[in-house]
Structure formats: C-alpha cells, structure tokens
C-alpha cells in the first residue's frame, strides 16, 4: 500500500487519481443549506493531498490534465451545439449581450486590478476564473502558458500559482453569485407571485404546438377536399390527425370532400389557432377518449429516429403522410416538443409521435429505424474524429498584429468550437453526433474529474506558500471580480432592459457559467423558465470565457 503512495509508475498515479476524485465527489455531496461546490472538492482534495506529499509523475499529470478537459469541453459542445445559434434569436439577443457584457467586464475589472495592485496577470486570470466558476477558463489559460516560448520569471510565477488562485477564489464565487441574486431581489422589490404572472404574459409561446378541434360550419368548405382548402403556408402549421363522421373516427383523406358537421382534430401553434377557427368553424372541445373509442382501426405511436441515414432529412422530403397514411404529429427532441413542420430536419435520437393505420405505423417504423435500444450504444467515430480535429484547430496560431505571440485556441477553445460545430452542423450534413443525455453527462464528468485531480495534485506543493507570500489578497481581489460585474449587469437588464428576474437568474447563472446558482434560483424561486434562460446564454459565454483567459495570458506574454 506504501509504495502505491510513494511510487511514481502507472499503478500509483491511477490510485492516487482514484483515491482524490472518490473523496472528492463524496464530499460534493453534502450541501449547506441547498448549495454544494460540487466536483470543486475534487480540486480541493488534490491541493490537500499534494500538500502532503503525494506526487504523480509530471508527464502523466500533463497528460490526465489535458485529456480531462478535452472530454469536458468536447461534451460541453456537443450538448449546447444544436441550440447555439438559435440563441441568438429574439429574447436571446438582449440576454447574449448581458452576458458579453458580463465577460467583457470581468476582463476589465481583473485588468483594472492588475494595474492598481501589480499583481501578476497570469494569477489574475486564475483568480477571475476561480470567481465566475469557470473551469474550462482555467484550462485554456493553463495550456496557453504551457506553450509559451520562454521561461520568464513572471510567466513562471504564473504557471506556478494559477491553480491556487483559482481554488483560493472559486468558493466565494459562488456564494457571491448568491449573493447578488438575493441583493437583487431586494433592490429590485420583486414580488415573485406577480413576476411570474409577468413572465408568463410576455412569454413568446406563439409557435409551441396546440391540439384542438373543430367542427366544419364554413359553407363555403362543403364538398371540398382538405387538400384543397388551406393554403400552403398554412398547412405546414396546420395537421389535421383525425376526422370523425357519424360518430366514427377516422385518418382523413387529402382527397375526401367535407360535410357539415364533420369534426376535426388538429394540431396547429398558438400562432394559428385562431386561423384555423376561421377557416373551418367553432372551436369544441378535445376529448381524447371520445377520438379513441371511435375507432378501433385508428392508433398513435411514438418511434424513435435510430438509423442514420435518417440524419439531415426533413419530413418534407420523406412525404410521410402521402407515402404512408401516417400523420407525424410532433417531434420530441431532448425533452422539448417540436411541431412537425415539413421543414424540420430529423436527427438520430428524435422521437416521433404519429398518428394512424397500424399498417403504415410500421412501416414507419422500419423506415426510421425504431430500436431505441441503439440509442444506448454511443457512436464514438465522430467523437474521436471531431476530437482530433479540435486539437489540430486549437494548435493553429492566429495572428494579430497587436500581440507579441499568436493566439492559439488550444486544447480547450479548439474541441469546443469543433463540438459545437458538429453539434449543429452535423443533422444537417448528415453526420450522426447523437449520445444519450447519460453518455454525454459521464464523458462530461469524467473529464472534469480528471482535471480537476491533476490541477489539484500540481497546485498542492505550493498552494500555502502562495497564501503565506500574500495570496490572501487573492480571496478580496475574487470578491471584486465576482461583484462588481454581475451587479452592474443585473442594474443593465432590470433597469435598461426590462427584463423580468427569472431572466436575470438565468442569465447571471449563465454568464458566469455556474451550475449552483442555476441549482439555489431555481430551488428558492420555483420557475423552470430560470434553466432556459441558463441555456440561452451558456454556449456563448463558455466560447467567450475560453477565449478571454487565453487573451489575458497572451497580454501578459
């Protein structure tokens, strides 16, 4: 057992890894009053560990260090990529800008006190990761100085100390997160019952799917196909699942003349709705017992999208309905309700929801695959490939004029935008980067484990030293990089912007990338708008965090 602690050889490095990373998330566990540090005790129990002595080999420290983040960030791409540009879209631009706002004036408050305090930049740029809970900022800062030519003093020192000023700023910034919140609520005077009557008045819900029914009143419908009467603008929006006559329930035919009195169930947007009664009649209630026990012949499904070749193919160009007298009523795609418009592109992982003919239903089925057990099986070769092409990415040197060395996006910027990239592009290319939400979270957590053990291991011989030397400043310099921004922002959105404060919590929980101000908003205020207003933000301020640690180690150089 000794010489597993002592040992510097393959076996001691993983027990050592698997000895900092179990104690680390058991103790990510316990929580004070609803908040936890989570997989940061990792971190924690690395510099307590290597303070004590325990050393793993540098070269494989290097390595455990880069690959962990690689996997981080390449999960973190993947999972935010579909939703990347589409959150730049409507009630996400102003959040987007929040959150630039709130990058941009982390930088400038870390710079302001490297001026006033001549503390080191590289330090600075550890100690704001640490107070906006950033760790793949860490990382990116951590392998840019890693490339850099030359050995000074100054870049030494920051190579060093990094790490410690990260864990020595990380805590308090998370509760400071907290802390502006309930600041906030109270500047503010939010009463939370009448915010959310707010929130769900301005709420943009105008193209999320409805079903309704109608019963056929127009005069000037009767004797007229279905195919015939919408225009075709309004029938990608207008799907009409089922029809019922005399009682009896039934797929309608394109061609079938309507009578009066027929009913129609429907499945249309908010946006519509209203549409729709004007051109087929009264509205009348939905009652989905009465549309089942009417006909026996009539059946809905849910399939699962499993083939691949099913990737980057809309529901226009399969022509489901006309092909098969099958209905596609909606798309469920990671948990969220899609209309099945013609145009929507299918990607492996989709689930859909038809409607019709047991016959047709089936061979659906075979035409999409429908083996949801698949889904369990990760497709790694665009993971790999898309990994290796990251890196290639982040090695290439982008000069600017004003920078003495050539930026590099590195092992952290470079799989990100890669990840991102595939994540949106890939359906439409018809690559298959489909993981289950399960997979992506262990590659994701597996990564960040493994980097935070070896920041922790590497930051541990000098972690009090640094403190002893003056590195309790670090916490007072975190505290201002915390507050400052995320106050003036939250001032910016209330005040200029009129946004209401589940859109600051998401966003403040966003910009600063923290999943435990995510966790406590939605805990103490109750609204699930706060995590989508989260993802509105995130993919852009973790690109723009990356980068902006990457831009102050190279001012420094």
């Known amino acids: 057992m000794l010489s597993l602690l002592t040992n510097r050889d393959t076996a001691s490095a993983i027990f050592i890894l698997a000895i900092v990373i179990g104690s680390g998330l058991f103790l990510g566990k316990f929580k004070v009053k609803g908040v936890s540090l989570g997989t940061t005790w990792i971190l924690f129990m690395g510099i307590l560990l290597g303070h004590l002595g325990l050393r793993v080999h540098p070269i494989m420290l290097s390595f455990i260090k880069d690959f962990g983040l690689i996997l981080f960030v390449f999960a973190i791409g993947l999972q935010v990529g579909p939703g990347f540009f589409q959150s730049f879209r409507k009630d996400g631009l102003p959040m987007n800008l929040c959150a630039l706002l709130l990058v941009l004036l982390a930088v400038g408050t870390s710079y302001i ?42 870049v030494a020192s920051a190579a060093s100390g990094i790490a410690s000023a990260y864990a020595v700023a990380y805590p308090l910034g998370v509760l400071g997160a907290i802390a502006v919140i309930l600041l906030s609520k109270a500047l503010f005077k939010v009463d939370i019952k009448k915010e959310k009557e707010i929130a769900e008045h301005s709420e943009d819900d105008s193209h999320n799917a409805f079903r309704m029914a109608c019963k056929v009143e127009n005069p000037a419908l009767f004797g007229k196909s279905l195919r015939s009467i919408a225009s075709d603008e309004d029938s990608e929006h207008i799907v009409i699942t089922r029809m019922m006559r005399n009682g009896e329930a039934f797929f309608p035919d394109p061609e079938l003349p309507l009578e ?265 205020y109750g609204s699930g708008r706060i995590a989508v207003n989260y993802a509105t933000v995130y993919p852009l301020t973790m690109f723009l965090r990356v980068v902006a640690a990457q831009v102050m180690i190279m001012i420094m150089l």
Not at 128 to 141: D, E, H, K, Q, R
């Open 113 to 154: 006190l490297h001026v006033i305090t001549g503390e080191n930049m590289g330090i600075m740029t550890g100690i704001m990761s640490g107070a906006v809970t950033n760790t793949p900022g860490l990382g990116a800062a951590q392998q840019t100085l890693s490339g850099a030519t030359g050995a000074s003093p100054e």
């Open 260 to 524: 009066k009195d027929d009913k129609l169930l429907i499945v249309t947007d908010n946006l519509h709705k209203d549409k729709v009664g004007i051109i087929f009649g009264g509205e009348i209630p939905v009652d989905m017992n009465e549309w089942k026990a009417a006909n026996t012949t009539l059946i809905s499904s849910r399939l699962s999208v499993t083939k691949s070749s099913m990737t980057g193919k809309s529901l226009r160009r399969l022509d489901i309905r006309r092909k098969y007298g099958v209905t596609v009523t909606r798309i469920v795609r990671a948990g969220v309700d899609l209309q099945a418009t013609p145009e929507l592109i299918l990607q492996v992982g989709d689930s859909m929801k038809v409607v019709g003919v047991q016959e047709g239903i089936e061979r659906v089925a075979k035409l999409v695959g429908n083996e949801p057990e698949s889904l369990h099986k990760p497709n790694l070769i665009p993971i790999f490939f898309g990994i290796a092409l990251g890196v290639a990415l982040g090695m290439l040197p982008i000069h600017f004029p004003s920078m003495p060395q050539p930026l590099k996006l590195g092992l952290a910027g470079g799989p990100l935008i890669v990840a991102i990239l595939l994540g949106y592009f890939g359906p439409k290319l018809r690559i298959t980067t489909y993981t289950a939400l399960s997979a992506n979270l262990m590659i994701r957590e597996m990564g960040i484990s493994l980097f935070m053990c070896a920041v922790g291991l590497g930051a541990g011989k000098t972690f009090v030293s640094s403190l002893v030397s003056g590195g309790y400043m670090w916490v007072l310099y975190g505290a201002i990089i915390t507050l400052v921004p995320m106050l003036l922002v939250s001032l910016f959105a209330r005040i200029v912007l009129k946004m209401d404060f589940f859109k600051i919590c998401g966003m403040l929980s966003g910009g600063t990338t923290d999943p435990a101000l995510l966790s406590f908003s939605e805990q103490m």
